[in-house]
């Protein structure tokens, strides 16, 4: 109803709000030396930063919806749970691209999306330092700084670029699998393969039109919730890696252009992907 359309419109402005002053933080904090440190394995960084920004977002999202929920991601590496129930939650990547910020990689982005009985409302995803604010209302499009987007119509996989990332494990037989999903993609042959090191800018891109599809295996619910929306708003596709529907706390998805490219890129990587121990099935 109109009342509740108010409140979601007012929630997204304060999300646009509170990504851009995150993304001062980001900007300011890659002119100082950046303290590192590790969480799950060597590779999985975390600098004070992100705890910083995140600590921000919440705050101030609680002064003005004391009610709604929240899963961050580095709330959950604390200690907090990630349940994602029907209550108002937003959902929070303060930094996607740690690896970047830390290197100064200029892919930096922060992702917040915001959910309602499960299903994403809206979403916003601040690229720093591109300064390029994306934004997606549910049945009202995608934008980027204001202009709508679109994705790009190409249904020939052979004349695209695909995105996707090589994760944080180093265990052999897991990297064995990402490359022979990647081998048969690289081999179709496509134009490309890219990543841009953060999960949200990849779907952004496929939302801009500048690639058509961005698949990866092990994300997790903060890195897809704002962008999955973003994607779908400008007329792409989400798909599991096995072909049905997305489901959000999976940790794997495939974004496409349309459901033709969508469909190539399962076909190719998903006998890979039931070899491997983070693409959990679901229950
Ligand atoms: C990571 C980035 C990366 C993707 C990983 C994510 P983080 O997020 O999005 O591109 O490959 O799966 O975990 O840790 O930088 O927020
Ligand atoms: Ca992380
Ligand atoms: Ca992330
Ligand atoms: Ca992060």
Redesign the pocket.
């Known amino acids: 109803n109109a009342i509740m359309a108010d409140i979601w419109q007012s929630a997204m402005d304060h999300a646009v709000t509170v990504a851009r002053k995150a993304g001062e933080i980001v900007r300011g904090a890659l002119k100082d030396e950046r303290t590192v440190m590790t969480k799950s394995c060597a590779v999985d960084l975390v600098t004070q930063t992100d705890q910083k920004v995140e600590q921000l977002i919440i705050q101030s999202v609680k002064e003005k919806f004391p009610t709604h929920r929240f899963i961050g991601?580095e709330s959950v590496a604390a200690g907090e749970s990630c349940i994602l129930s029907d209550d108002p939650t937003w959902i929070i990547?303060p930094?996607?691209?740690?690896?970047n910020f830390v290197h100064a990689f200029p892919f930096v982005a922060v992702s917040i999306g915001f959910s309602i009985n499960k299903q994403v409302e809206f979403g916003v995803v601040y690229s720093c330092l591109e300064d390029k604010m994306f934004t997606a209302r549910r049945g009202k499009g995608a934008f980027c700084n204001g202009e709508p987007l679109q994705v790009s119509e190409q249904a020939d996989i052979h004349q695209a670029i695909v995105a996707t990332?090589?994760?944080?494990s180093r265990d052999p037989a897991a990297v064995d699998h990402i490359f022979r999903s990647l081998r048969n993609i690289l081999c179709l042959p496509v134009h490309g393969v890219r990543?841009a090191?953060?999960?949200?800018i990849?779907m952004c891109l496929v939302a801009s039109g500048c690639v058509e599809a961005y698949y990866?295996i092990?994300?997790?619910v903060w890195?897809v919730a704002a962008g999955s929306l973003i994607v779908s708003e400008a007329g792409g596709v989400l798909m599991d890696v096995e072909g049905g529907d997305m489901d959000l706390m999976s940790r794997r998805i495939v974004a496409a252009n349309n459901r033709t490219i969508a469909e190539r890129i399962v076909k190719e990587i998903v006998s890979f992907t039931l070899q491997r121990d983070d693409a959990p099935l679901q229950s």
């Open positions: 991601e990547d930094i996607d691209g740690t690896t990332e090589f994760g944080s990543g090191g953060t999960a949200a990849n990866e092990g994300i997790h890195d």
